[in-house]
């Protein structure tokens, strides 16, 4: 397999180079550098957006979800995005709008502008830094797990961390957002070919589709109907899920950007179709691949499976370009996430041009350093700790929605989403109960958030109509 591995990463870092050097230019602005121009199709922005949704915990987590959780993985994560297409439809437009009025450097400074108060900004890179660092450090954390198990002999799992990190920090210095976006749009299609590559070979090993539900069906029949055998896809998890992921392009700012930068409305609706139709193409092998887990590596630990189903049980040029796929994924991922804090950073700073950019590509570097330390403390439950992600960062999903529907947004809306980040915080750190009435913490809180938020939202609207009125 050694010939292969040279021959594939030998293919993906000539394109990246060559992607680095079509994407550099000695002259750019910051905004160039920071916004690829502002001018994204609908092809570059359907693959940049996918990629960076679709990313290593999918390639490596939901097979594994899949194995130990069941079909339910399937509602968790793809009926949720399925919604999620349908609200981008009317958030981008919304969005691009009121960019448009106010101006836009990065959703901190945007919130800011729009409530004009920098304990807006300030909430906002709070929420992202608190939780994209973790999400940041899981995209690590999977593909160190995997080069550790499948190469145990080569170099140690940190080893590989600090490789990915580098490279990432090098070529996103090189090229910006969009050279990110080109590697976002290199690794989404190897990930797309690699992972039906290997869910078909999979679903072949498992006997077939018919075969592998009925082997399911007598050892663990638990995993074909819901909550699953361990009960996790219960209907609070369930709709708290739907929620958190409908909201990641308001409340994650690595996708509120893109779809600020691309070129026009009708690219936006053109990605937005697109990135549905790519979720039930990625998703659906990794069930394949799950079910092949269930049948044959029931007791096994996520590491051992997944270096067995991805690399050991397939032949060495599939084995070699999952290998690159990964890398691939998880390299995307972390320059996207990374590079989204230094420009919601940047959008908080004030100074010259050049000083700003300073200080900004200092902050990536530093975030960088920190991921890769968090990187080597995360568990090995990939997808559980996306998912609270996704559920931290949308408590501040008020403040965004209200800066995008209001010219002048109720400043109670910053109250309530501090409160409601705050406590999902806290009770993360086992400092307050997790979860009251019977429900996990984010469906608790979404519980309470949402019909507040709607209340705040009808109340504004309505005194500002008798004020304009009167």
Known sequence: MTGWLILFFTLFLASLGYASYKSYSKNRSADDFMFAGSNIGAILGFLTFSAALFSAFTFMGMPDFFRVHGVGAWIFLGLSDALMVFFLLWFGYKLRKR?????????????????????????????????????????????????????????????????????MLVYSEIGGLKAIMYSDAIQG????????????????????????????????????????????????????????????????????????????????????????????LVILPTAFIGLYGAVQYADSTSAEFLSAALLFDQASPVAALAVVGLFAACLSTTNAQIFALGTELRSLLSGSDKKVMRITQIAIFVFSIIVLVFSTYMSD??????????????????????????????????????????????????????????????????????????????????????????
């Open 99 to 167: 960019a448009a009025e106010v101006g836009y450097k990065g959703v901190a400074g945007f919130v800011q502008k729009c409530f004009q108060n920098k304990w807006a900004g300030y909430l906002l890179f709070v929420s992202s830094f608190l939780f994209l660092i973790p999400y940041v450090a899981i995209q690590i954390r999977g593909i160190s797990i995997f080069l550790d198990a499948a190469f145990p002999d080569l170099i140690p799992g940190w080893g590989w961390a600090t490789l990915l990190v580098v490279l």
């Open 189 to 280: 299609l190897i990930m797309l070919v690699v992972i039906w590559i290997i869910g078909y070979t999979c679903l072949q090993m498992a006997g077939g589709l018919e075969a592998g539900i009925a082997k399911v069906t007598d050892s663990n029949a638990g995993l074909l109907s819901l909550p699953g055998p361990k009960g996790l896809f219960s209907s609070p998890f369930l709709i708290a899920s739907a929620i958190a992921i409908v909201m990641i392009p308001v409340s994650q700012p690595q996708f509120t950007t893109r779809l600020v930068v691309m070129k026009d409305l009708k690219s936006v609706h053109r990605m937005a179709y697109a990135v549905g139709f790519f979720a039930i």
């Open 381 to 470: 439950e990939l997808v559980l700790l996306a998912r609270v992600s996704f559920a931290g960062t949308s408590m501040i999903a008020p403040v965004v929605l209200g800066a995008v529907i209001f010219k002048h947004p109720p400043k109670s809306l910053l109250v309530l989403s501090a409160i409601a980040l705050s406590y999902f915080v806290l009770s993360l750190a086992e400092l307050v109960p997790a979860g009251f009435a019977g429900l996990p913490t984010d469906a608790a809180m979404y519980l309470i958030l949402i019909p507040a938020t709607a209340i705040l939202m009808l109340i504004h609207h309505f005194s500002s109509k008798s004020s304009h009125e009167a």
